[in-house]
T-cell receptor, first 109, second 118 residues
Framework: RKEVEQDPGPFNVPEGATVAFNCTYS??????FFWYRQDCRKEPKLLMS???SGNEDGRFTAQLNRASQYISLLIRDSKLSDSATYLC??????????FGSGTRLQVQP | EAGVTQFPSHSVIEKGQTVTLRCDPI?????LYWYRRVMGKEIKFLLH????????ESGMPNNRFLAERTGGTYSTLKVQPAELEDSGVYFC????????????????FGEGSRLTVL
């Protein structure tokens, strides 16, 4: 079983839609969580950290449920520029970061 | 400020040959990481340097892979001899602090070195 699991998608949504990605992790010792964004043939870039209380950054909201070992990312009012692969990432204190396979989002005009 | 730079951006070699990938981290970043993404799989950790010391190399697949970071600046990752299954994108990342909660120690990635072994 993968340590971090994501639905690979693709999620095809119209501009302006709200879309949610889910991610589960298997290692209960995971301490911190992040969402990274990766554009096609580019490097991953940190989108946002995920805090236990949930956090919001503009149109993006991240939630963490430690009891269910579940992380989510909500994107409101989708823009064409949001099209990318979203990587769910866990940090367990060793082995640096553990990445999910990514969820591909395609926002259509 | 220059980001993490990697060279070459793409390398095509034959099975059995040797390839050396280079990573220049962001200046002042003590932590340097190598990751790899093979086709259709997730990005996987290979190893972590703190300055010139290997902090964790538990992700290195086998002894055909050798990473160095002499002087604690740039790093090289050598694959010798290369096998077909080594094909993929090799990412280097650097950070000031270690990856941890709150965004401190955020990893900055290079664009990757794509390796194709024929």
């Amino acid at each position: 079983r993968k340590e971090v699991e994501q639905d690979p998608g693709p999620f095809n949504v119209p501009e302006g839609a709200t879309v949610a990605f889910n991610c589960t992790y298997s290692n209960s010792a995971s301490q911190s969580f992040f969402w990274y964004r990766q554009d096609c043939r580019k490097e991953p870039k940190l989108l946002m950290s995920v805090y236990s209380s949930g956090n919001e950054d503009g149109r993006f909201t991240a939630q963490l449920n430690r009891a269910s070992q579940y992380i989510s990312l909500l994107i409101r009012d989708s823009k064409l520029s949001d099209s990318a692969t979203y990587l769910c990432v866990a940090y367990t204190g060793r082995r640096a970061l553990t990445f999910g396979s990514g969820t591909r989002l395609q926002v259509q005009p | 400020e220059a980001g993490v730079t990697q060279f070459p951006s793409h390398s095509v070699i034959e099975k059995g040959q040797t390839v050396t990938l280079r990573c220049d981290p962001i200046s002042g970043h003590d932590n340097l990481y190598w990751y790899r993404r093979v086709m259709g799989k997730e990005i996987k950790f290979l190893l972590h340097f703190v300055k010139e010391s290997k902090q964790d190399e538990s992700g290195m697949p086998n002894n055909r892979f050798l990473a160095e970071r002499t002087g604690g600046t740039y790093s090289t990752l050598k694959v010798q001899p290369a096998e077909l299954e080594d094909s993929g994108v090799y990412f280097c990342a650097s950070s000031q602090g270690q990856a941890q909660e709150g965004g401190a120690g955020e990893l900055f990635f290079g664009e990757g070195s794509r390796l194709t072994v024929l």
